[in-house]
T-cell receptor
């Protein structure tokens, strides 16, 4: 069974700092990996999706990488802003054999606070 | 597209009552997922459908939970009877062939 771990559980940084959020997964047979952002009391917003054939994806100040061999993904946030404060979750898609079905397994997230 | 639409946004009910949560996926998406989120356990997959057919319901906690998808544009998650430990945020998500997931805003359920 796929397990996804995110460390640290919480992170506080001063505004303007570059930071890295870590995600590790146990099943290297991952179809793709997705990073989400969740604001308090809100739903999940997709940030980046990395397919298994890719190594990284970029969107604005965000860059996500995927290393299947080591079972790791990182989310890099450049020049952090107070508006980046939220919980960031990574989720791995695992393909189950036979039915061509897909299952998304989440980490518990890293709560980021960017201090002005 | 309006995205994945869930209703109601908030639900407060008494223990023992029936609760029905609703979801409208993104048009054209062939996968629909129901997740539950709690502080203790994070996001847990309850059940998912492919082309309206339930594929895996192993995450459904008990027989009190049931889910249906009568057509491609509508799904329900029902809890009967509800218990205080069912209190959580329930999310619906949809996907096209497993490529990227879009989540609804969730239903915050409180069972008193």
């Amino acid at each position: 069974k796929q397990e996804v771990t995110q460390i640290p559980a919480a992170l506080s940084v001063p505004e303007g700092e570059n930071l890295v959020l870590n995600c590790s997964f146990t099943d290297s047979a991952i179809y793709n990996l997705q990073w989400f952002r969740q604001d308090p009391g809100k739903g999940l917003t997709s940030l980046l999706l990395i397919q298994s054939s890719q190594r990284e994806q970029t969107s604005g100040r965000l860059n996500a990488s995927l290393d299947k061999s080591s079972g790791r993904s990182t989310l890099y946030i450049a020049a952090s802003q107070p508006g980046d404060s939220a919980t960031y979750l990574c989720a791995g898609h695992v393909v189950r054999s036979g039915a061509g079905s897909y299952q998304l397994t989440f980490g518990k997230g890293t709560k980021l606070s960017v201090i002005p | 597209d309006a995205g994945v639409i869930q209703s109601p946004r908030h639900e407060v009910t008494e223990m023992g009552q029936e609760v029905t949560l609703r979801c409208k996926p993104i048009s054209g998406h062939d996968y629909l997922f129901w997740y539950r989120q709690t502080m203790m356990r994070g996001l847990e997959l309850l059940i998912y459908f492919n082309n309206n057919v339930p594929i895996d319901d192993s995450g459904m906690p008990e027989d009190r939970f049931s889910a249906k998808m009568p057509n491609a544009s509508f799904s329900t998650l029902k809890i009967q009877p509800s218990e205080p430990r069912d209190s959580a945020v329930y999310f619906c998500a949809s996907s096209s062939r497993g490529y990227g997931y879009t989540f609804g805003s969730g239903t915050r359920l409180t069972v008193v």
